[in-house]
């Protein structure tokens, strides 16, 4: 089955600590996003790329970096720098970076400060 | 400033009842018009996109509907069911054609059937 796996589903940080969240797709997608959710907000995006080796930044891309070394993986490094960072993290991808694409959402990351 | 808002922010139905969801956005240019249903600790899944000169479009039991003058969108579930509690979010995109990165989403409204 063709998807996209976000793993841990469950993730904790220690203070001045970095942490990596796992993003992978088998959708031969050229294109992925990662967004952050907190309760009562919209999704806000962090950063997206649009093929390998490129990447922009979203939002609110301050306090998280990325890599896209490969097509299918996306990780995405919360750094000590983000201040508040428990949030709900979701990973997506679409066929291209293009408005009329859907986008296919893993089932997130749940990042919590110990 | 570009904004979607939803309403209400939250709903609670009898199993089988209908019910209709709003979705209210000053986003412009227009591109597009998403639903997603989220279910509780889950990733959204796609309902139906529309574009500015679709006025209907349709996925089993979920209706959409899009005024592009009034800048006003419906979802519409028909003899809800237990599965259909979730958050339902409305999500505008910018400019035909161009990044994903103009996604506007909004906050949801969280349904609860009951049976």
């Known amino acids: 089955d063709g998807g996209i796996t976000q793993s841990p589903k469950y993730l904790f940080r220690k203070e001045g600590q970095n942490v990596t969240l796992s993003c992978e797709q088998n959708?031969?997608?050229?294109?992925m996003y990662w967004y952050r959710q907190d309760p009562g907000q919209g999704l806000r995006l962090i950063y997206y790329?649009?093929?390998?080796?490129?990447?922009q930044k979203g939002d609110i891309a301050e306090g998280y970096s990325v890599s896209r070394e490969k097509k299918e993986s996306f990780p995405l490094t919360v750094t000590s720098a983000q201040k508040n960072p428990t949030a709900f993290y979701l990973c997506?991808?679409?066929?291209?970076?293009?408005?009329?694409?859907?986008?296919?959402f893993g089932d997130g990351t749940r990042l919590s400060i110990l | 400033k570009n904004q979607v808002e939803q309403s209400p922010q939250s709903l609670i139905i009898l199993e089988g009842k209908n019910c209709t969801l709003q979705?209210?956005?000053?986003?412009?240019?227009?591109?597009?018009l998403r639903w997603y249903k989220q279910d509780t600790g889950r990733g959204p899944v796609s309902l139906t996109i529309m574009t500015f000169s679709e006025n209907t479009k349709s996925n089993g039991r979920y209706t959409a509907t899009l005024d592009a003058d009034t800048k006003q969108s419906s979802l519409h579930i028909t003899a809800s069911q237990l599965s259909d509690s979730a958050s339902y979010i409305c999500v505008v995109s910018r400019y035909y054609g161009g990044s994903q990165g103009n996604l506007i989403f909004g906050k949801g409204t969280k349904l609860s059937v009951k049976p």
């Open positions: 997506a991808s679409s066929t291209h970076d293009n408005s009329n694409q859907p986008q296919h």
């Open positions: 959708l031969n997608h050229d294109a």
């Open positions: 790329s649009q093929i390998v080796n490129d990447f």
């Open positions: 979705c209210n956005y000053t986003v412009s240019p227009f591109s597009n």
